[in-house]
């Protein structure tokens, strides 16, 4: 017996693009297994070695001051909170120190748009780590870049050019939530638009800067905003293909504005197996144990994802909307190997450095 | 059968499954060795579907605050003790259960369950997995238990709950103690398969979380048993994974017995 969405699996598996309706309907009605079956195919044909990368690297958040106050966000707070800080450089260099002493390559960076923080001082910031350390600097976010294109009156591909040349290497793709402005009005209101979103990444691209994408799921949006933000996301690369990684996760209700139920552990496999089979043209799509759990984590590894995402020596932010995870090197490792992967390190760039083994 | 399937390399056992054939100990084997989790989701599914449709019966058990349990084997053990699953509470540390059922050997667990059966009892039960045992003892366990239940009937449900390293509490569960989200949908996949005269196959919500124990009723589970969850919670999980919620007060019938 076939069915409609076994038919639309079978099309994307003989090499054809999906459509908005596609997408939909496989959201809709497929079963959860033949979603998983046919991004696991494709999968497959995407990254015939039976290998999945990790990277080693940590989220720095210079600021919790943030003036964007979106709803789904615990980890903020509002300029004149007694609670908001800035990293001194002490800190934010000790943090670095400490990255690069357990093999990290990685740095990801990030707000909070604090008021006070100008282009300047994030360049200074960049030639700063850059003169003390070697290490591959994926910071800052769309939002970011245009509050600071903003705040300086220049144009964003300017200020993208300015951070590059201080140290900037890459842009994680952070911000985007659900490319729609629709969704974004209600979920973040004084957040750049979905296009705004999308020009910050396609600048990044066309100056040679590789970018990620993200999508936080499961709050207000319907099927069809869900679908349209991937169909975005590759209408982009297929102009750019600056995109190196896909990364959905689930928006975690706890101690934020917008509340709400969640989403469900089912409802995230669907979701990211559907993005491998819409997403043709982006290399890499990583599963979320910081939202999801290590054991979920690795079961995504069925369901299209290739890579374990980042050991995240230190993440703030979904821990502040209630998930505490916290999944070590060793278990990532585990992980991977029990599912008959071979775990591999890799840079921001997707290259391998490094097999692993788990220690016995 | 799916066309999706059919490159697996588990192939030909899913056309037996598919065909109602029995699987034996090596195809038992050969189903845990596997990485191929959709095929065995898909084959699981399958016997779950023939067997309870679209239901996914659930129970919110109540937590037990005396942790003194009577050992379930003691001459003392009475039907009240059919609530000690309840108690498996995050402040016991799971080797007591553990300790609890090595009381007995395997064979003497399975002559226990075969009197009561031919007492007209109905029980229901357990099997701990994990490192203590290689695959070939689980899956020749389950076969013991198919072939009894082919004598007697008596078994309603089977669960498999994974076997903690001595002392590990519940809240310290993420880490390397834990078994594997593979390891765990393997587990309850491999059960539903091959207890194929089982009605019921259970998965207890507090040890796998809410996010896979939702997921594990696509790999064969159809009884859900927390008491970390809510009632709303638990019922919220079963409708998003697109099953019908059955609320069993009295999962266990009257005059039946769990020994765990």
Redesign the interface.
Known sequence: ??TET?AI??KRLAGERLSVADGIRLLQNA????L???A??VRKQMHPENIVSFVIDRNINYTNVCSCQCKFCAFYCKPGDPEGYILSRDVLHAKIEETIQVGGTQLLIQGGLHPDLDLEYFEKLLRDIKAHFSIHIHSFSPPEIWDLANKSQLGIEEVIRRLRDAGLDSIPGGGAEILDDRVRHQISPNKIGWQQWMDVMTTAHKLGMKTTATMMFGHVETFEERILHMVRVREAQDQTGGFTAFIPWSFAPSNTELGG?GS??????RTLAVARLMLDNVPNLQASWVT????????AL?FGANDFGSTMLEENVVRAAGVK????L??II??IE???YQAVQRNTHYERLKAFRKEV | M????V?SELIDLIEKVESGERLDLFAGIRLMNS?D??AL??MA?LVREQKNGNRTYFRITRQIKDTNVTPIFSDQADPSELQLMGGLNSEIPFESYVEMLHQVSEARYLEIQEAAHRLGMHTNAIMFYGHAKSIEEHIDYLLKLRELQDRTGGFQSFMPLYHYPKGTKLEEM???E????????KMLAVSRILLDNVDHIQAFGSV????????SM?FGVDFLDSHTMTKRALI??IE???REPVEQDTFVLSESISFW
């Not at chain 1, 999801?292 to 079961?299: L, P």
């Not at chain 2, 796998?208 to 997921?215: A, I, R, S």
């Open positions: 017996m076939r076994q699996i079978e079963d959860l297994l033949s998983g079956q046919g696991d195919l139920e469900t552990g089912v409802e995230y496999l999801q759990g290590a054991k979920m984590a690795q079961v069925r995870t916290r999944v070590p060793q278990e585990r992980c029990d599912a008959g | 799916s066309s999706l399937f490159q990485q989790i959709l989701g898909y599914n993420m880490g390397v834990d078994s594997t989200g593979f390891e765990d949908l796998l979380g809410p996010k896979l124990t939702q997921v696509t919220h999980l998003k994974a697109g």
